[in-house]
């Protein structure tokens, strides 16, 4: 049976009536993705255990999900905060140090500027020099404030479904997005100010 076919609600009542199995049915269907929640958040090395870690959860909590028709929302949302609880946990071991970078790194922070246009933004994003850079940034970012930025301005998911997965009210993902962005603009200007030195 196709993935599309199966009826989640369905398979929900055999995994709780004892058929454990079942649950590899939901895994198949939504397993790409919970990796696509996953992967903007957690570095490649983690992406694989964070996966697990969500369906886990998922699965432990099976039971809670009240609205079986919406089973991919509740998913979804466990595979943000699984993605969320991975970068708590990382934050506080991480140190980026500007010497550390190559010299390509080096060179894209002398020529960015905060005030480029969002086309020149984008250009620059899908370098692979300006990526890394922005990963250190947003790794010195406290767990939340990454969070709001990759969901609401990397994946370009709306305002009122990221509220919905992250669990806060609409207006807190703004105010906090809007604050996050201004501490991102800090941490990168303050790298550009230290390269320079």
Request: hydrophobic content about 40%; glycine content about 4%; aromatic content about 6%.
């Amino acid at each position: 049976m196709p993935d599309a076919e199966i009826d989640d609600a369905a398979v929900i009542d055999r995994v709780l009536n004892g058929d454990t199995d079942a649950f590899g049915l939901l895994m198949n269907k939504y397993g790409a993705m919970v990796v696509n929640r996953i992967k903007y958040h957690v570095p490649e090395a983690g992406l694989e255990e964070t996966v697990q870690d969500a369906f886990v959860r998922a699965y432990r909590s099976l039971g809670t999900c009240r609205d079986r028709k919406k089973f991919k929302a509740w998913l979804s949302s466990i595979a943000v905060k699984a993605a969320y609880d991975y970068l708590r946990k990382q934050y506080r071991r991480k140190e980026t140090v500007v010497s550390k970078l190559t010299a390509d790194h080096r060179d894209w922070l002398e020529h960015v500027s905060i005030q480029q246009s969002k086309e020149e933004y984008r250009r620059r994003l899908a370098c692979s020099e300006a990526r890394e850079v922005l990963n250190r940034a947003l790794c010195q970012l406290p767990e939340q404030d990454r969070m709001v930025l990759e969901l609401v301005h990397l994946q370009e998911i709306p305002v009122k479904e990221a509220a919905k997965l992250l669990g806060w009210s609409a207006i807190n993902v703004k105010v906090r997005s809007h604050r996050s962005r201004k501490k991102l603009r800090a941490i990168i200007e303050d790298m550009i100010t230290r390269e320079k030195e």
